[in-house]
């Protein structure tokens, strides 16, 4: 019987003997019945206590004995600065964490062990499984992904301990982090560039293999261009046969030189000696000049920044052709080096005095 029930047992005893004593006095019992009444007063308390520790058993049970075991005690241990790989060779995340165990019943005879060493190596080994897989470009998504996969507690491989970790930072050798920065800036740029690169070669094969392909296809743009406007467009066909040929470094078609000249005010075919046979270079002179007076007649005069730009595409239209020569001399005529513009200035000033 606990300490709490022998003290109820003997309160209640005693209530009940002056319960009856007040009885007894009033109901003016006989004499014999007091000693008779205390005997009993005593045995009944002595019973009641004798039949409690039978019912119990030999071992007694304390107040102590009655609470629940003591929780397991959990230690942590604080890991900084450790190089995990990533995908990537040569670059390393660094992982920090607090890495949290609690040792598992060993038999007796287990041998002395290190808990904080084998839980920061478990930990290590199931971060590392994860960060070698993963590329460094996205270091914080990583560092999310650790957070989740750590977050239990795990048996270790020697069975000792269970390990988890919080806390889990995991970042980029600043280094590192930097030259992946300027690859992805680079890798931007040149994404734009082939962007670029396209749409320049898409406008000259628009140029070269539609629009200028021949004088008559050359027309049908033009005329395009111009609202339909029918009467412009014959006036501009010396323009466009010349625009064409110089595209294309070809002769202009016999059927459009009289044209041509009319337009000019030149000389027909049939009055052009023929002792003046155009040579290579005046030919390609010519081309570069026809291409002028097409640029003139649409607007880009000379100190027009389209001008220099319509007759690079030109140039490399013919150059796409193999014609490297005629393209270089209109790409010089149109837009000079700068080391060679004053010589080039030098001879017309002198032949304008002259």
């Known amino acids: 019987m606990s300490t709490a029930r022998k003290t109820t047992t003997v309160f209640l005893t005693v209530l009940s003997g002056l319960l009856l004593g007040i009885v007894g006095l009033t109901q003016r019992w006989p004499a014999w019945i007091w000693p008779?009444?205390?005997?009993?007063?005593?045995?009944?308390p002595a019973a009641a206590f004798r039949v409690a520790a039978m019912r119990r058993g030999t071992v007694p049970v304390t107040f102590e004995e009655q609470l629940?075991?003591?929780?397991?005690?959990?230690?942590e241990h604080r890991v900084s600065q450790v190089l995990l790989p990533s995908k990537w060779a040569d670059y390393d995340f660094v992982f920090s964490a607090t890495v949290r165990w609690y040792p598992v019943d060993a038999p007796a005879r287990a041998p002395v062990l290190n808990p904080a060493g084998l839980a920061v190596d478990a930990v290590l080994k199931r971060a590392r499984a994860i960060t070698e897989q993963r590329e460094p470009v996205r270091a914080s998504l990583v560092e999310q992904e650790l957070s989740g996969a750590l977050s239990r507690m795990v048996p270790e491989p020697t069975g000792h301990l269970q390990a988890m970790a919080e806390s889990i930072q995991l970042v980029?050798?600043?280094?590192?982090?930097e030259r992946l920065d300027k690859l992805a800036d680079v890798r931007k740029d040149e994404?734009?560039?082939?962007?670029?690169?396209?749409?320049?070669?898409?406008?000259?094969?628009?140029?070269?293999?539609?629009?200028?392909?021949?004088?008559?296809?050359?027309?049908v743009w033009w005329l395009a261009r111009n609202d339909e406007h029918v009467e412009r467009t014959v006036n501009d066909l010396a323009l466009l046969a010349q625009l064409t040929s110089a595209a294309n470094d070809a002769d202009i078609p016999e059927r459009l030189q009289d044209l041509i000249s009319q337009q000019a005010g030149e000389p027909t075919t049939s009055d052009v000696p023929e002792t003046k046979p155009p040579s290579a270079p005046q030919g390609r002179e010519t081309a570069t000049m026809r291409l002028s007076d097409?640029?003139?007649?649409i607007g880009f005069t000379d100190g027009d920044v389209r001008r220099p730009m319509l007759a690079a595409q030109i140039a490399g239209?013919?150059?796409?052709?193999?014609?490297?020569?005629?393209?270089?001399?209109?790409?010089?005529?149109?837009?000079?080096?700068?080391?060679?513009?004053?010589?080039?200035?030098a001879p017309a000033s002198g032949s304008a005095l002259a």
Request: hydrophobic letters at 40%; charged letters at 30%; proline letters at 5%.
């Open 36 to 44: 008779l009444l205390a005997v009993l007063l005593l045995v009944v």
């Open 68 to 75: 629940t075991a003591a929780p397991v005690e959990r230690t």
């Open 172 to 177: 980029l050798m600043q280094q590192d982090q």
């Open 191 to 219: 994404a734009v560039w082939v962007h670029q690169r396209k749409y320049e070669q898409s406008r000259r094969r628009y140029l070269g293999e539609d629009v200028l392909k021949d004088t008559g296809s050359a027309v």
């Open 294 to 297: 097409f640029l003139d007649s």
């Open 317 to 345: 239209l013919i150059k796409e052709q193999d014609r490297h020569e005629t393209a270089e001399e209109i790409q010089h005529h149109f837009d000079p080096p700068a080391s060679l513009a004053p010589d080039d200035e």
